[in-house]
């Protein structure tokens, strides 16, 4: 019998054709391989949240392996001197031993916790791309919803994270929270006493957040990421307008090799950023903070960013407490309004932005072609009062801090953010729209006479005008203009962007090429060295 | 540029033969991408093989993996051999969470730099343009799953047959319930129980003695501890009246001035409650009437409380008056006075709700 020879080079293929008799993949994984995605630098915000939140998860599990979810009472011994001996949580006893005595454990946490705040910061930023350039409109209204959701389960989750240590700061966090669902009207005490399993703080409250942490709201967070981005890629991408791109067809690289390898790079570089920054810059010193105590807050205690909106909408609502007459008398609380009533508008507010402006412009087309902000004044102008908004808000969250560090009264800085709120946001409006039509505008003007050069020539009446380099040929037009549509996408204002400089010559500390011979504009003179001056002295030598 | 739209396939093209040994490995390539509806219209390589820009561009590449192992390396040694446990003076562990993520930085973003640089710079640059097909509505589609969906309907019959519909829905409407009574009914708490919403550990028991001031270690103050204008965080004077499960009571006594004492003896008398204080020595709760922080800076020249977490204001010399800031209740004030051995003791609980406000606080 012949011994059959083992071909190692045929075995991939063997591989691959054993794999598809089986389970007839090859055309479905060429399509996948082919699949073409647009480029550009703004696509790339919502990945950070995406890479984020697999740091997250990597770093979360780690955190679990040590943290002990509970409320019973223990005596601090662990290495942290200053607070040997204190009674405490166990659940901050264990964050404790997490940063001192588990072998990397800081790192980990420091990355856990700077990844969550990156993955908030990349959802809103990705959201504020999305929203200025339109990218919202039908068909993707379904993903602009999950993608509003995910901000508030983002919410949710850093939250019940950042309460989980149950130090002294977080602890405070903890006591607004459960003040904020008492003050909701008739059931605010039930579910206040369900959720804490009695009055505050109770002895439950950390191993119910622990398990939202864990399981349940990162489930939510899976889930809604997986519909978001299968969503992206059933619809495919938007894209920018420009040469050849229409409403009906994608422009971009295929998936594979060039696209994947950049994504796949670019996840490396926020994971690396993610690790520098754990390393390197501390956030959240428990240890600072002490075990939670009812009777100790500091001042200048502030939640995470992405909370501080709430923090200073708290700051800057009026005592405005409505009381009911009815029986022994019932009360709606100043506290309900900002934390309740305001993030419910602006839940369904942001959801219902899609369907209110397709209404408004009573448009039902599908648009798979960005707008430039410049080109939808209106909206643009909404979102920049929306930012604004937030933007008063957030400062005042941190008002007491501003108040300290800047020597201003504290009681000024809370009515200039009341003022504030209701000033700004309109104000940004009608900036936002002024300037959105000056853009506009100048895009039509270079369209229509050309860039601006820089030369100015003396007219043989005296008159002295600018030269303007047209964008295109005459086209037999008496003035010499070409007409030229605008195309909703970038019109080069700068000679340079026509070619006027050259090309960049390549390579760090010497060029790797010759360099091409750079074009010499034709109104300039190749530029001399100006002559060497000699000081007029007695004529004798200095040396 | 040579992206030129008009390049797309023509409608009904002639699909290849990939078995043509005449063709190249690109063309099969174009030709699959072509049956997905993509036509590559530019594909220019960025290095020409064998030039001095390509060898430089493989070094760069290959110097970022190089440094990605030296890093991952560095992080290793230090994980093992660096003096990590916390030492008081702080020795070499306070570098040790710096370096082990510095390490890790360098190796994840030279790793991603190096297939960037790879992806961005030695592959060669296209334009694919792949057609969207959502212009066209498959009417005949739409018109075929909706007949067979109505189809399945009719099969099922509810519409000839409604008691079984009427059933369904009145046999599982129970169902819907037991799944969600578990978690309601385990969840559930009443939030009256022990009328827990309106009492303090300062609450006397039935006959029982009042209860005593104590400090944080538990000890009983006596008038003289505390210096005028000086102020001092009390709890209820029981068992575990220091720890949280007693977050509702935590008092501050406040030695107030001669002069702003007897302002604020006549704000008392004007609420009916004239004896609340003791001497010059007054008590408030020092849970925030608005979100429930601990109301904790006292600023003795204006006599004025200010909660950090929201910035309200309580006037302590008019009952703790809210004067600014979104809490719009008083403080409440704790009776008090000195027993026979000269100790603060509470006269009764608060009489007003402590902590945030909610619906049924009267």
Redesign the interface.
Same mark, same amino acid.
């Given at each position: 019998m012949k011994r059959r020879k083992f071909d190692l080079a045929a075995t991939p293929g063997k591989a691959a054709v054993g794999v598809d008799d089986r389970f007839q993949v090859a055309t479905p994984l060429?399509?996948l391989l082919?699949?073409?995605f647009p480029d550009h630098w703004s696509f790339l915000l919502g990945e950070i949240a995406l890479f984020s939140f697999v740091v997250l998860l990597l770093t979360g599990v780690f955190l679990t392996f040590f943290y002990e979810p509970a409320m019973t009472?223990v005596v601090y011994d662990g290495?942290?001197?200053?607070l040997q001996g204190t009674p405490m949580s166990a659940a901050y006893a264990s964050s404790l031993d997490i940063s001192?005595?588990v072998?990397?454990g /800081?790192?980990m946490r420091?990355?856990h916790h700077w990844a969550a705040l990156l993955f908030m910061a990349a959802i809103v930023v990705h959201m504020l791309r999305v929203f200025f350039t339109g990218a919202f409109r039908k &068909?993707r209204e379904t993903n602009w919803i999950i993608g509003s959701l995910l901000f508030w389960v983002g919410f949710l989750a850093g939250f019940t994270g950042y309460s989980l240590p149950d130090d002294g700061l977080s602890g405070?966090g903890l006591?607004?929270a459960?003040?904020?669902m008492?003050?909701?009207?008739?059931?605010?005490?039930?579910v206040?006493?369900?959720?804490f399993?009695?009055?505050?703080?109770g002895t439950i409250i950390i191993s119910r957040f622990f398990i939202a942490h864990v399981l349940l709201i990162p489930g939510l967070l899976v889930a809604l990421i997986s519909v978001h981005l299968g969503l992206v890629f059933k619809q495919?991408h938007t894209q920018w307008p420009g040469?050849?791109r229409?409403?009906?067809?994608?422009?971009?690289?295929?998936m594979f090799?060039?696209?994947a390898?950049?994504q796949?790079?670019?996840?490396?570089?926020?994971?690396?950023?993610?690790?520098?920054?754990?390393? /390197?810059f501390q956030i959240n010193p428990i240890w600072l903070f002490g075990p939670?105590?009812?009777?100790?807050?500091?001042?200048?205690?502030q939640p995470d960013w992405y909370v501080m909106f709430l923090?200073g909408s708290?700051?800057?609502?009026?005592?405005?407490?409505i009381n009911i007459p009815l029986g022994?008398?019932?009360?709606? &609380?100043? /506290?309900f309004w &900002?934390t309740v009533v305001l993030p419910g508008i602006l839940v369904g507010l942001s959801t219902m932005y899609p369907f209110l402006e397709a209404r408004h412009l009573k448009d039902r087309k599908?648009h798979?072609l960005l707008e430039r902000p410049r080109d939808a004044p209106a909206r643009t102008a909404v979102g920049a009062m929306a930012v604004s908004f937030y933007i008063v808000l957030t400062l005042s969250g941190a008002?007491?801090v501003i108040a300290d560090k800047f020597q201003i009264s504290?009681?000024a800085m809370?009515w200039a953010g009341r003022i504030g709120l209701l000033v700004v946001p309109p104000l940004a409006y009608y900036v936002t729209y002024r300037l959105c039509l000056g853009l506009q505008q100048h895009d039509r003007e270079v369209l229509a006479h050309g860039v601006e050069t820089g030369i100015i020539r003396r007219l043989p009446d005296g008159r002295f005008v600018e030269v303007h380099q047209p964008l295109s040929a005459s086209n037999g037009h008496a003035d010499g203009h070409g007409q030229l549509d605008y195309v909703g996408w970038v019109v080069p204002k700068k000679m340079n962007r026509l070619g006027a400089l050259g090309p960049a010559i390549?390579g760090f500390f010497y060029p790797?090429?010759k360099p091409v011979e750079a074009p010499v504009s034709p109104g300039h003179p190749p530029v001399e060295a100006r002559p060497e001056r000699e000081e007029i002295g007695s004529g004798e030598s200095r040396r | 540029m040579s992206t030129h739209p008009e390049h797309q396939a023509p409608e009904g093209r002639e699909p290849l033969d990939v078995n043509d040994p005449k063709l190249t490995r690109f063309d099969i390539v174009r030709e699959g991408a072509r049956r997905d509806d993509i036509e590559i219209v530019h594909y220019e390589p960025q290095v020409l093989p064998g030039t001095k820009a390509e060898r430089r561009l493989t070094r760069v590449v290959a110097g970022f993996f190089l440094l990605t192992g030296l890093a991952a390396t560095a992080f290793m040694v230090i994980y093992i051999a660096w003096p990590w446990k916390y030492e008081a003076g702080r020795g070499g562990d306070k570098f040790y969470t710096p370096l082990l993520g510095f390490t890790l930085g360098v190796a994840l973003l030279a790793v991603g730099f190096g297939i960037l640089t790879w992806g961005k710079k030695l592959l060669p640059k296209e334009v694919s343009i792949q057609d969207r097909h959502e212009g066209q509505v498959d009417s005949e589609g739409r018109t075929i799953t909706g007949q067979t969906m109505l189809y399945m309907a009719d099969e099922l019959g509810v519409k000839r047959r409604p008691l079984l519909g009427i059933s369904l829905l009145a046999g599982l409407a129970p169902v819907a319930a037991v799944a969600a009574a578990p978690l309601v009914g385990g969840l559930i708490s009443q939030p009256h129980k022990n009328n827990q919403m309106f009492t303090t550990g300062f609450a006397t028991a039935e006959g029982g003695e009042r209860i005593r001031l104590v400090r944080e270690d538990g000890r009983p103050v006596r008038p003289a501890d505390i210096s005028t204008g000086g102020q001092l965080t009390v709890f209820p004077g029981i068992d575990h009246g220091v720890s949280n499960k007693h977050a509702d009571s935590p008092t501050l006594l406040i030695h107030l001035r001669d002069s702003d004492a007897q302002e604020s003896r006549r704000a008392n008398e004007k609420i009916g409650h004239g004896d609340y204080m003791w001497g010059n020595y007054a008590a408030f709760s020092k849970i925030c009437t608005h979100a429930g922080c601990p109301a904790s800076l006292y600023e003795q020249q204006t006599n004025r409380l200010l909660c950090p977490c929201h910035q309200s204001q309580f006037l302590i010399t008019d009952n703790a008056r809210p004067v600014f800031g979104p809490a719009s209740r008083r403080l409440p004030q704790l009776p008090i006075e000195v027993d026979s051995e000269g100790f603060f003791v509470a006269k009764s609980d608060y009489t007003e709700t402590v902590g945030p406000d909610f619906w049924e606080r009267p």
């Amino acid at each position: 019998m012949k011994r059959r020879k083992f071909d190692l080079a045929a075995t991939p293929g063997k591989a691959a054709v054993g794999v598809d008799d089986r389970f007839q993949v090859a055309t479905p994984l060429r399509k996948l391989l082919n699949k073409v995605f647009p480029d550009h630098w703004s696509f790339l915000l919502g990945e950070i949240a995406l890479f984020s939140f697999v740091v997250l998860l990597l770093t979360g599990v780690f955190l679990t392996f040590f943290y002990e979810p509970a409320m019973t009472e223990v005596v601090y011994d662990g290495s942290f001197a200053p607070l040997q001996g204190t009674p405490m949580s166990a659940a901050y006893a264990s964050s404790l031993d997490i940063s001192f005595d588990v072998r990397g454990g /800081l790192v980990m946490r420091q990355m856990h916790h700077w990844a969550a705040l990156l993955f908030m910061a990349a959802i809103v930023v990705h959201m504020l791309r999305v929203f200025f350039t339109g990218a919202f409109r039908k &068909p993707r209204e379904t993903n602009w919803i999950i993608g509003s959701l995910l901000f508030w389960v983002g919410f949710l989750a850093g939250f019940t994270g950042y309460s989980l240590p149950d130090d002294g700061l977080s602890g405070t966090g903890l006591r607004i929270a459960s003040a904020i669902m008492l003050s909701i009207p008739v059931i605010g005490s039930w579910v206040t006493s369900s959720i804490f399993g009695g009055e505050f703080p109770g002895t439950i409250i950390i191993s119910r957040f622990f398990i939202a942490h864990v399981l349940l709201i990162p489930g939510l967070l899976v889930a809604l990421i997986s519909v978001h981005l299968g969503l992206v890629f059933k619809q495919k991408h938007t894209q920018w307008p420009g040469p050849g791109r229409t409403n009906n067809n994608v422009v971009g690289e295929r998936m594979f090799p060039r696209y994947a390898l950049k994504q796949g790079g670019f996840f490396m570089v926020v994971f690396g950023v993610i690790a520098l920054m754990g390393g /390197l810059f501390q956030i959240n010193p428990i240890w600072l903070f002490g075990p939670y105590e009812a009777w100790v807050v500091s001042a200048a205690s502030q939640p995470d960013w992405y909370v501080m909106f709430l923090d200073g909408s708290t700051r800057l609502m009026p005592a405005w407490e409505i009381n009911i007459p009815l029986g022994d008398g019932y009360v709606i &609380p100043p /506290l309900f309004w &900002p934390t309740v009533v305001l993030p419910g508008i602006l839940v369904g507010l942001s959801t219902m932005y899609p369907f209110l402006e397709a209404r408004h412009l009573k448009d039902r087309k599908s648009h798979n072609l960005l707008e430039r902000p410049r080109d939808a004044p209106a909206r643009t102008a909404v979102g920049a009062m929306a930012v604004s908004f937030y933007i008063v808000l957030t400062l005042s969250g941190a008002n007491d801090v501003i108040a300290d560090k800047f020597q201003i009264s504290l009681n000024a800085m809370t009515w200039a953010g009341r003022i504030g709120l209701l000033v700004v946001p309109p104000l940004a409006y009608y900036v936002t729209y002024r300037l959105c039509l000056g853009l506009q505008q100048h895009d039509r003007e270079v369209l229509a006479h050309g860039v601006e050069t820089g030369i100015i020539r003396r007219l043989p009446d005296g008159r002295f005008v600018e030269v303007h380099q047209p964008l295109s040929a005459s086209n037999g037009h008496a003035d010499g203009h070409g007409q030229l549509d605008y195309v909703g996408w970038v019109v080069p204002k700068k000679m340079n962007r026509l070619g006027a400089l050259g090309p960049a010559i390549r390579g760090f500390f010497y060029p790797i090429e010759k360099p091409v011979e750079a074009p010499v504009s034709p109104g300039h003179p190749p530029v001399e060295a100006r002559p060497e001056r000699e000081e007029i002295g007695s004529g004798e030598s200095r040396r | 540029m040579s992206t030129h739209p008009e390049h797309q396939a023509p409608e009904g093209r002639e699909p290849l033969d990939v078995n043509d040994p005449k063709l190249t490995r690109f063309d099969i390539v174009r030709e699959g991408a072509r049956r997905d509806d993509i036509e590559i219209v530019h594909y220019e390589p960025q290095v020409l093989p064998g030039t001095k820009a390509e060898r430089r561009l493989t070094r760069v590449v290959a110097g970022f993996f190089l440094l990605t192992g030296l890093a991952a390396t560095a992080f290793m040694v230090i994980y093992i051999a660096w003096p990590w446990k916390y030492e008081a003076g702080r020795g070499g562990d306070k570098f040790y969470t710096p370096l082990l993520g510095f390490t890790l930085g360098v190796a994840l973003l030279a790793v991603g730099f190096g297939i960037l640089t790879w992806g961005k710079k030695l592959l060669p640059k296209e334009v694919s343009i792949q057609d969207r097909h959502e212009g066209q509505v498959d009417s005949e589609g739409r018109t075929i799953t909706g007949q067979t969906m109505l189809y399945m309907a009719d099969e099922l019959g509810v519409k000839r047959r409604p008691l079984l519909g009427i059933s369904l829905l009145a046999g599982l409407a129970p169902v819907a319930a037991v799944a969600a009574a578990p978690l309601v009914g385990g969840l559930i708490s009443q939030p009256h129980k022990n009328n827990q919403m309106f009492t303090t550990g300062f609450a006397t028991a039935e006959g029982g003695e009042r209860i005593r001031l104590v400090r944080e270690d538990g000890r009983p103050v006596r008038p003289a501890d505390i210096s005028t204008g000086g102020q001092l965080t009390v709890f209820p004077g029981i068992d575990h009246g220091v720890s949280n499960k007693h977050a509702d009571s935590p008092t501050l006594l406040i030695h107030l001035r001669d002069s702003d004492a007897q302002e604020s003896r006549r704000a008392n008398e004007k609420i009916g409650h004239g004896d609340y204080m003791w001497g010059n020595y007054a008590a408030f709760s020092k849970i925030c009437t608005h979100a429930g922080c601990p109301a904790s800076l006292y600023e003795q020249q204006t006599n004025r409380l200010l909660c950090p977490c929201h910035q309200s204001q309580f006037l302590i010399t008019d009952n703790a008056r809210p004067v600014f800031g979104p809490a719009s209740r008083r403080l409440p004030q704790l009776p008090i006075e000195v027993d026979s051995e000269g100790f603060f003791v509470a006269k009764s609980d608060y009489t007003e709700t402590v902590g945030p406000d909610f619906w049924e606080r009267p």
